[in-house]
């Protein structure tokens, strides 16, 4: 069983920053695969970024590259996503999830994730 909580939501004003934490329980943690993901509300929920195991491979949703980064700590059991730049389209309560798919396609699919946290709401105002 893995655990997972996220830290670090808020609200910040259109072109803000904020860091999401995702901290993992467990001493399994690089054996996974982690993916952030985001629901706005009515909407369904949508990949945002993943990143393996290593932390050598990272993948991005096209609406995010470039603003977003993910890492990892494996010393820490953490993963991070970094948003930068962020827009009030980027409003929703985000996910951290970990699973054990590979590859850019799959880890951007909902069902490759095994344990999801509970969510973090950013708001971001114009």
């Known amino acids: 069983q893995v655990q997972l909580v996220e830290y670090g939501g808020g609200l910040v004003q259109a072109g803000g920053s904020l860091r999401l934490s995702c901290a993992a329980s467990g001493r399994t943690f690089s054996s996974y695969a982690m993916g952030w993901f985001r629901q706005a509300p009515g909407k369904e929920r949508e990949f945002v970024a993943a990143i393996s195991g290593s932390g050598r491979n990272t993948y991005y949703a096209d609406s995010v590259k470039g603003r977003f980064t993910i890492s990892r700590d494996n010393a820490k059991n953490t993963v991070y996503l970094q948003m930068n730049s962020l827009k009030p389209e980027d409003t929703a309560v985000y996910f951290c999830?970990?699973?054990?798919?590979?590859?850019?396609?799959?880890?951007?699919?909902?069902?490759?994730?095994?344990?999801w946290g509970q969510g973090t709401r950013v708001t971001v105002s114009s």
């Open positions: 999830a970990a699973g054990t798919g590979r590859g850019s396609l799959t880890l951007r699919q909902t069902y490759v994730y095994n344990y």
